[in-house]
């Protein structure tokens, strides 16, 4: 019994290592990849096009509604204490330090990771990758780095436009909806915002950039090779799912780093 | 009997706990096709995907040009695969590419011609093919037949030296399959090509081998010519032909 638990913790172990070690290979062959030439503008737009531009409305609608929300609980809490007149910075920073960046990162997780890692995990299937290999072209600088520099380029613009929408929400949600102090709330942010926070913001929308993509077209790559996932249609379905969920307690626990780190 | 362009040494491959080639010895000589046949499952597929360095081998070695490419570096083995050219069993198209855009992709990768130059390459090829007309739709648009005939215009593009088929037929009606056989007579005259075709179509096939080779459970058996394959008293190969053929050959 006891023989029979760690000879699975080992296996399990050994397993584990392997997979990292062979994602790590992954990476670094896609990071290479995106200084090699030839520089695939054409491939690279349509990626920005998939993965950047059609999320614009989705961030704009989750943004919206976040900053909304802020600006109404953060308006009722404010004025137990009499300061509602910072409802600007307190929507601002929880944007700008976290919200903003983990939310567009889940939201492209969701929307963009996915398909990558779909797409991948189906052409590894059906022998398309082999096909590249075949001709030689290699399917990290073919494949995989137009998305590493698109999602790299999209993610942090979309955390941005996520990050002034949502402020604009808090703005209509407790100044125009609940009748705050308009010149307040704009003046407040100009206070207490600082540098930091937007490198703090910054730095995390592009760590999470690279965590989506590494994740989605890592896990769709391999899709043949992981453990339990199944072949086939079931095999990608169930890989994709594995690479949102990797995907997002990633960006969470790398969220939580990053904050402590550069806090 | 010519050099070997491939020779494979002492193959042995085996899945989890499955052992699929034991062995296995076989040498492919250059500038003739090669036919390899077998019921399912003896591992056909596996041995062209070692030959294109797609899979390792447990143990042995797979010589091309007498160097082994199981030691290679991905620079080095990308550099001998521009030499091969390949048909896949389900033709393995880039779904998201055009016809016209999966045949052009290995002059955009791996040549420096113009696009004009490219555009004049990829139209005359698609015209020898007969496909001039679907140029503009992509794989899932296609029928089997069209599918098989695109990968192989695609794989001809870079003229290579070694071809590898697997299962160019299987799937289509006879007249679809000669018209395949047609294109592959043509091409291989034009361009000399050394040819290594994985294949259930007993006997037509034989018409186009100067070596038969019979896959059995990770071995093999060789045969040349290939009139002495039909004559054979081994067992395996009787019934393979048996299988393959029905009563009709037999009777
Ligand atoms: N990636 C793999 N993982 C595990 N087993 C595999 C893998 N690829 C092939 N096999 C096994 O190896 C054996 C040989 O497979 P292979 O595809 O070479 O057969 P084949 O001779 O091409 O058959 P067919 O004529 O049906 O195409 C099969 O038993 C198959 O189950
Ligand atoms: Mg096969």
Redesign the interface.
């Known amino acids: 019994m006891i023989v029979r638990f760690i000879e699975k913790l080992g296996r399990d172990s050994l397993y584990y290592m392997h997979d990292l070690g062979r994602m790590g290979i992954f990476l670094a062959h896609s990071v290479i990849g995106v200084f090699m030439r030839p520089f695939r503008f054409r491939a690279l737009l349509k990626q920005i096009r998939l993965i950047g531009a059609n999320s614009v409305s989705l961030i704009f609608f989750t943004g919206a509604f976040t900053g909304m929300v802020l600006g109404l609980q953060g308006y009722y809490t404010l004025l137990k204490f009499g300061s509602e007149g910072w409802l600007g910075s307190t929507v601002a920073l929880s944007l700008i330090r976290e919200l903003g960046p983990v939310l567009t990162a889940l939201m492209v997780t969701g929307r963009a990771g996915s398909a990558m890692c779909a797409e991948i995990g189906i052409m590894r299937n059906s022998e398309q990758i082999d096909a590249l290999e075949c001709m030689a072209v290699s399917p990290f600088r073919y494949l995989i780095s137009p998305k590493v520099v698109a999602t790299i380029i999209s993610v942090p613009i979309l955390t941005q436009i996520f990050n002034v929408v949502g402020i604009f929400g808090g703005y209509f949600a407790g100044i125009i909806l609940l009748n705050g102090n308009p010149g307040a709330y704009f003046s407040s942010i100009e206070q207490s915002l600082v540098n930091q926070d937007i490198t703090l913001g910054i730095t995390k929308s592009f760590v999470f950039a690279m965590l989506i993509v590494w994740i989605c077209t890592g896990r769709g790559y391999f899709v043949h090779q992981i453990r339990n996932a199944g072949f086939g249609a079931e095999g990608v379905s169930r890989v994709t799912t594995q690479a949102v969920v990797l995907s997002s307690i990633s960006i969470l626990v790398w969220d939580y780093l990053l904050t402590a780190m550069l806090l | 009997m010519t050099q070997p362009i491939i020779q494979l040494v002492n193959i042995v491959k085996s899945f989890d706990s499955q052992l699929v080639l034991d062995h296995l010895n076989l040498d492919f000589p250059a500038g003739k096709t090669t036919v390899i046949a077998g019921a399912s499952g003896q591992g056909k597929s596996v041995t062209l995907?070692l030959i294109?360095g797609?899979i390792k081998p447990d143990s042995g070695q797979i010589l091309v040009d007498g160097r082994d490419i199981t030691e290679m570096r991905r620079k080095e083995l990308?550099?001998i695969?521009?030499d091969?050219g390949?048909l896949?069993?389900?033709a393995?198209?880039?779904?998201?590419l055009t016809l016209f855009e999966n045949v052009a992709?290995?002059l955009q990768?791996?040549t420096n011609l113009n696009n004009k130059k490219i555009h004049e390459q990829v139209r005359s090829s698609l015209v020898q093919f007969g496909l001039e007309d679907h140029e503009d739709k992509y794989p899932a648009q296609l029928s089997g037949g069209m599918k098989k005939r695109a990968g192989l215009a695609?794989a001809l593009q870079?003229k290579p030296r070694i071809m590898l088929f697997d299962e160019p037929t299987t799937g289509l009606d006879p007249e679809k399959s000669m018209e395949i056989y047609r294109l592959f007579f043509d091409t291989q005259q034009k361009f000399g090509y050394t040819s290594i075709i994985v294949s259930h179509d007993i006997p037509r096939i034989f018409n186009l081998a100067d070596q038969v080779v019979v896959m059995n459970r990770g071995r093999v058996t060789t045969f040349m010519p290939p009139e002495e394959i039909q004559r054979s008293e081994i067992p395996e190969i009787k019934s393979l032909i048996r299988h393959t053929m029905g009563d009709i050959y037999m009777g």
């Open positions: 995907k294109l797609l990308n550099d695969r521009a091969f390949v896949f069993q389900g393995a198209l880039l779904d998201s992709l290995p990768e791996r695609r870079l």
